[in-house]
T-cell receptor, first 111, second 117 residues
Framework: QQQVKQSPQSLIVQKGGISIINCAYENTAFDYFPWYQQFPGKGPALLIAIRPDVSEKKEGRFTISFNKSAKQFSLHIMDSQPGDSATYFCAANTGFQKLVFGTGTRLLVSP | GAVVSQHPSRVICKSGTSVKIECRSLDFQATTMFWYRQFPKQSLMLMATSNEGSKATYEQGVEKDKFLINHASLTLSTLTVTSAHPEDSSFYIC?????????????FGSGTQLSVL
C-alpha cells in the first residue's frame, strides 16, 4: 500500500514534443504529490508538487494532472528540450515529508 | 531556495573502515533530516529519519549499528557507515525539511558516492 508505481521506465521524446510520465498509488492517506528531477551524480530537485484538492497545476512548461478517484497523477513536460534529459521521480507522502518514491523514468530528449 | 550541502561528494575507502558523510542545511534550521540510499538506475530508498536532539528512526531492514546517524545541531546531520564492505557501495543522499513561507518543502543534498574496495 505504500508503493507508488511509475511508468514508463524510460522515454525518448523529440525536441519540442510532450513528455508524459504517469504514477499510481494505493494509499488514500497520501496528501502531497511532488515530482523530482535528478541529473546523474546529483541529488533530486523539486520540480512541481500538487495536493489532492486540485486536479491540475502548471508551472512553466511543467504540468501535473491529478485524478483522485483513479489514484493517479502524471507529469507533462511541454516543449521538451535536450536539457530536460534526466531521471524523473514521482513521490507521495502523508504530512511530514516522509516520501515514498516511484521507480523513476529516464527521459531522453533528442535534438 | 534553501540549500542543503552534502560532503564529501565522493569517497573511496578500504573494506573494514568507517566513513562519515555530512549533511548541512546552509541557510535554514532543520529539525528533521532524512537519509536515503540509491543504487544505480534505481529509486531512492529511505534509510532513516534524523531528528535533532534525539535518536534516529530507522526503516525496516536498515541496521542501526551499521549506519550511525547523529543530528547534534539544527543544521547538521551525519551518517557514519561503520566497517564498510563492498555491498555498502552506493549513492547516499540526505534531505532536510525547510519550513517557511507558510509551507514545508523538502530539499536534497547533492549526494555522496561511496565506493568500498
Amino acid at each position: 500500500q505504500q508503493q507508488v508505481k511509475q511508468s514508463p521506465q524510460s522515454l525518448i521524446v523529440q525536441k519540442g514534443g510532450i513528455s508524459i510520465i504517469n504514477c499510481a498509488y494505493e494509499n488514500t492517506a497520501f496528501d502531497y504529490f511532488p515530482w523530482y528531477q535528478q541529473f546523474p551524480g546529483k541529488g533530486p530537485a523539486l520540480l512541481i508538487a500538487i495536493r489532492p484538492d486540485v486536479s491540475e497545476k502548471k508551472e512553466g512548461r511543467f504540468t501535473i494532472s491529478f485524478n483522485k478517484s483513479a489514484k493517479q497523477f502524471s507529469l507533462h513536460i511541454m516543449d521538451s528540450q535536450p536539457g530536460d534529459s534526466a531521471t524523473y521521480f514521482c513521490a507521495a507522502n502523508t504530512g511530514f515529508q516522509k516520501l515514498v518514491f516511484g521507480t523513476g523514468t529516464r527521459l531522453l530528449v533528442s535534438p | 531556495g534553501a540549500v542543503v550541502s552534502q560532503h564529501p561528494s565522493r569517497v573511496i575507502c578500504k573494506s573494514g573502515t568507517s566513513v562519515k558523510i555530512e549533511c548541512r542545511s546552509l541557510d535554514f534550521q532543520a529539525t528533521t533530516m532524512f537519509w536515503y540510499r540509491q543504487f544505480p538506475k534505481q529509486s531512492l530508498m529511505l534509510m532513516a529519519t534524523s531528528n535533532e536532539g534525539s535518536k534516529a528512526t530507522y526503516e525496516q531492514g536498515v541496521e542501526k549499528d551499521k549506519f550511525l546517524i547523529n543530528h547534534a545541531s539544527l543544521t547538521l546531520s551525519t551518517l557514519t557507515v561503520t566497517s564498510a564492505h563492498p555491498e555498502d557501495s552506493s549513492f547516499y543522499i540526505c534531505s532536510a525539511i525547510f519550513q517557511g513561507q507558510g509551507a514545508e518543502k523538502l530539499f536534497f543534498g547533492s549526494g555522496t558516492q561511496l565506493s568500498v574496495l
